[in-house]
């Protein structure tokens, strides 16, 4: 399909990457809100997530992480033993989400600057579009920071056509086209396997796809961002969240969200706000030495299962007191979901109702040795929100956190 063409259903414009891993339009509706769009209305069509590209300090420890703690299986390597003098790279898979884990082997790589600067994070949010040179043409236009010109890598598997541009701090979109391609990830990537056996009775995957990544900027740069995806790359607004709806009694931020067309690809953006005490937002600013995406949104179809699961391999969540589950205004406005409110009071997990349904959502601890990333586990039952009814108990319980650190 090309970029003039018009979307027809969504069955129809499941991407190669869903289609690989046995998702349906049905199933995607309900994972990530997805909806039907026709990219020949837009100028920047984006058909989905490509991948998130991670620099680690460590990346053969953090790739066996995410296997072993998110059940990824791991499908492609690049490396000194592939001709990469610079870094090491493994490609994970989990459902229709790739994870890129990549660290510096040689001492001079930019990846280990980065990682001083920055600790363990997302560098690069890769999407992908039917059209790279359309898309870098609009955006160029729009007065957008053109990081890398469209051009073509090859290898005996295909061409895959990348470009890239610049976004809050030193994060980047790189677009990539690989309708031309059937290798594993990119060229200079080989095929691989891993050893990693999951435990006996673990689900097939912990999670099918991406559903959003958040963007932490600094205040009075938010506006700007969420300017900056609707004239650059065609977003439309989604939500706004402020004032009190954002707030507890100590720290305070703001957030919009915004999404491309068919709803694949959402980015939350926060900045902080005036508060008695330093929010999450200021944290993450401070220790990640600027901008970048704070937490991962994953989809599970199952999220009593995923967490279970995790939580057997160590990770470990936020915890929600008692009282949220107690509250009589909670129970009234949920009312009923599909399981008992005492097996989601027990793994801690948190519950919203919105016009459109209802969402079970909950949140790791920081994954890294800062308190920056941390990941969220997300289940949609028609709501097409972020959870707005749990904001103050959410933000609460990572005050709690930031007091054990001694920043808040």
């Known amino acids: 399909m090309t970029a003039t063409e018009p979307q027809g259903t969504l069955e129809q414009v499941l991407t190669d990457d869903e289609r690989l891993a046995e998702l349906s339009a049905e199933q995607l509706r309900q994972l990530v809100g997805l909806v039907e769009h026709d990219p020949a209305t837009d100028p920047f069509p984006v058909s989905g997530w490509d991948a998130l590209v991670w620099i680690c300090g460590n990346a053969t420890q953090t790739a066996h992480f995410f296997q072993s703690a998110f059940g990824m299986e791991l499908v492609a390597y690049s490396g000194p ?11 994970l898979r989990s459902g229709a989400a790739r994870f890129v884990v990549t660290g510096a082997w040689s001492p001079d790589s930019p990846l280990a600057d980065h990682h001083r600067r920055h600790g363990d994070g997302i560098a690069d949010i890769a999407l992908t579009v039917p059209d ?23 290898d005996e598997h295909g061409t895959v056509r990348l470009a890239a541009i610049a976004t809050y701090g030193d994060t980047r979109h790189t677009l990539v086209d690989r309708s031309r391609y059937t290798g594993p990830y990119l060229p200079g990537y080989v095929a691989r396997t891993s050893s990693h056996q999951r ?10 796809a991406i559903d959003h990544v958040v963007g932490n900027v600094e205040l009075g740069a938010m506006d700007r961002w969420v300017e900056f995806y609707r004239r650059v790359m065609g977003f439309t607004d989604m939500a706004e969240f402020i004032g009190e709806d954002i707030a507890t009694d100590y720290s305070a931020l703001m957030s919009k969200v915004v999404a491309n067309g068919n709803h694949r690809v959402k980015f939350p953006l926060n900045e902080p706000a005036a508060g008695r005490k330093r929010s999450q937002i200021d944290e993450y600013l401070e220790f990640y030495g600027g901008p970048g995406a704070q937490h991962v949104a994953l989809a599970t179809g199952d999220i009593l299962a995923t967490v279970d699961a995790m939580v057997a391999e160590g990770v470990e969540f936020l915890p929600t007191p008692d009282s949220y589950y107690e509250d009589p205004e909670l129970r009234a406005r949920i009312g009923t979901v599909r399981v008992p409110v005492e097996e ?8 919203d ?24 586990l997300i289940e949609r039952h028609g709501s ?8 103050k108990a959410l933000f609460e319980a990572i005050e709690r956190e930031q007091e054990r650190r001694g920043n808040l």
């Open 384 to 391: 097409l929100g972020f959870g707005k009814g749990n904001f």
């Open 81 to 91: 033993e592939t001709g990469n003098r610079d870094s090491r790279a493994y490609v």
């Open 199 to 208: 435990r006996p009775g673990a689900p097939r995957r912990l999670f099918q």
């Open 132 to 154: 790279v040179d359309r898309c870098v043409t609009h955006a160029a236009a729009q007065g957008a920071t053109v990081l890398e010109a469209p051009h073509d890598v090859s």
């Open 344 to 351: 989601l009071q027990r793994r801690g997990i948190l519950v």
């Open 353 to 376: 109702r919105d016009e459109d349904g209802y969402l079970l959502q909950v949140f790791t601890r920081p994954t890294g040795d800062r308190p920056t990333v941390f990941f969220e």
